[in-house]
């Protein structure tokens, strides 16, 4: 690592291996290639219910997922196939997942609300606005009464914070010290109601204060600055001083869901989001610090379309469920 | 051939006026805050978004947004307003995005707007109306798909109804503002585009009164809301075979159609309850244990038969989440099986 007092690169590049930033930004194109995968998919049929996609959002996911190891958890969203990805998910089951399939993460049960990978720390998207946050606080107890160094990186969205799940775990991570961090994805909004029309403070991070535990705002867009505040807020989680508040400040392309209409923002502001594309930013940034160059970042970019088309295949080819098989999973088998 | 006594859908014709489900909901909104200026609806994007099933669609352009209003994402704070204010003078209209957000709103329902009046020894009344879009069938999983209106059957101070038609989701609705308790009106997702002739101007759907919509002497099906539908198409072909099943739409759990039930079944012998919601401890407990508790036990020819949704979450997968809840042909199957005592 280089000393951050002489050099003026972004933190993003002073901190981690060229490697690993090969493979954030491999990742981060898995996501949007995923995203799109599944949207195709959708309108062909082969994917039914509905589904949140966070187009747009890929750097907040993979910035906050960069010093996490297999033990660390996250608790994620509605809108996680992202975090699900930067966890180090397999995009071949999650698509056998959405296409309800026995070799899905779910066993096709659970889709893409509700896709997990408990394997490698992702303890699961969430159907209920909130709900992940006080289990996110549960994990971090159990890692801290296990005498674990484990922490949980808990996801959840501006409107996640008019929740009372959301003051009442901030409440107790911080009386126990618990090692959580919870990450706001603020996108501008919840739905179709802006933060402005619901919620009292102008950031969600200024929510910290009353629970006595740092909060910070950062540009979600910029991997560099997400990846900054996660490194402080897991160190200081590590260190057993206790859970930490970063807001990303980002913005979902799509719609909410595949039924919005998109009737409360302009394409303008879809626009002006568009243009400060957070793959595109941190694309240049490898560039620009020599990381990499245009034709490998081409051949990175490349690989994550050929992962997501093998995934579909993957899926497409996997057998479904046996319909005698409802109630498997309702307990657990003898 | 027996004839439908209360059909569920009719013909477009010149002196009917038809509308969608959801389209009777909103004019029964729209109507009521015409008529009140105390009616007011709350919820989670109801306003521009026009709700997740659009069943608010224009209202906040008709009434504004003082009346029309989007709370933030807080079921528990949002429900709980609803009721105080519901205390105090207003009337709200508080719609659930989704019924399985209420258990976040327990609290309020439960705990308060069911029980303020008898606490308060009838000095207080709480003219709350809850609105639960409700079902399996979207492919929304385990969260989004649920069937609990039976829970709330279990509250004494509550009222719980459960629309099959068009007519009768305006109806209920109208009736329920009109009740000075709290009523829950579970609507079923996959109905909202159901289309069926509904009267013009307001009208009341008696609260507490279930309704014959097909007579027969050989079984009596019980079933609400998309299973009424369901059963009506079963009853059908049944009636190919000479099987002629009388099915009642059971219209409202909480207070529940003694009457009606046990003379049907008096006539038939034969009891079939239907319903989306978990098998056990269901609605179709309660009406079985009114036909065992009652006269009517005696004119029972045949064990009686539930219907309900498998001992399991709403599974994702499409086939798995279909054989998950009763649909026609089960219901087909269940009820020959009993007309021939073969239970
Ligand atoms: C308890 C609960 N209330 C409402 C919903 C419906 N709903 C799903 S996502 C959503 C908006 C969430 O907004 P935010 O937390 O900002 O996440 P974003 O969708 O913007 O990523 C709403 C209202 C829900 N799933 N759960
Ligand atoms: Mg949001």
Known sequence: ?334 | MNVASNPVTSADTGDQRILSYAEAIREAMALAMQADPTVIVMGEDIGVYGGAFQVTLDLIDRFGPDRVMDTPISELGGAGVAVGAALTGLKPIFEFQFSDFAMLAMEQIVNQAAKLRYMLGGEASVPVVFRMPSGSGTGAAAQHSQSIEAWFGHVPGLKVLQPATPEDAKGMLLAALADPDPVMIFEHKLLYKTRGHVPEGSYLTPIGKALVRRSGADLTIVAGSIMLHRALEAAERLAVDGIHAEVIDLRSIRPIDHDTILTSVRKTGKLLVVYEGVKAYGVGAEISAMVAESDAFDYLDAPILRLGAADAPVPYNPDLERASVPQVDTIEAAARRLARREV
Not at chain 1, 53 to 74: H, N, P, R, V, Y
Not at chain 1, 119 to 141: E, F, Q, R, S
Request: hydrophobic share 40%; net charge neutral; proline share 3%.
């Open chain 1, 1 to 334: 690592m280089a000393d951050p007092t002489t050099d003026n690169r972004p933190f993003a590049i002073r901190h981690y291996a060229p490697a690993q930033l090969r493979e954030a930004l491999k990742r981060m194109y898995l996501i949007r290639r995923f995203e799109e995968g599944a949207e195709d998919s959708y309108t062909r049929g082969m994917i039914h219910g509905t589904m949140h996609l966070s187009i747009g959002q890929e750097g907040s996911a993979m910035a906050s997922c960069m010093e996490l190891t297999d033990a660390d958890k996250i608790t994620s969203n509605h809108r996680g196939h992202g975090h699900c990805i930067a966890k180090g998910a397999d995009v071949g089951r999650m698509f056998a997942e959405f296409f309800g399939k026995e070799t899905g993460y779910c066993h096709g049960r659970g889709g893409s609300m509700h896709i997990a990978d408990v394997k490698t720390g992702n303890l699961g998207a969430n159907g209920i606005v909130g709900g992940g946050l006080p289990i996110a606080v549960g994990a971090a107890l159990a890692a801290k009464r296990l005498g674990k160094s484990d922490v949980t990186v808990c996801f959840f969205g501006d409107g996640a914070n008019n929740e009372g799940a959301f003051h009442e775990s901030l409440n107790i991570a911080s009386v126990w010290k618990l090692p959580v961090i919870f990450v706001c994805e603020n996108n501008g909004y919840g739905m179709s109601t802006s933060t402005a029309r619901s919620t009292a403070v102008q950031h969600i991070s200024q929510r910290a204060a009353a629970y006595a535990m740092p909060g910070v705002t950062v540009d979600g867009n910029d991997f560099s600055a997400v990846s900054e505040a996660l490194h402080i807020a897991i160190a200081r989680a590590r260190a057993g001083e206790g859970p930490s508040l970063v807001e990303n400040l980002t913005y979902r392309w799509r719609g909410h869901s595949k039924s919005d209409r998109n009737r409360y923002r302009t394409k303008d502001e879809i626009e002006s989001w568009m243009a400060k594309d957070p793959i595109a930013r941190f694309r240049a940034d490898l560039i620009a610090h020599g990381i990499l160059d245009d034709a490998a970042a081409d051949a990175i970019a490349a690989e994550a379309v050929a992962d997501v088309q093998k995934g579909i295949e993957f899926a497409k080819a996997s057998a479904a469920p046996h319909l005698s098989e409802v109630t498997r999973y309702v307990y657990a088998e003898a």
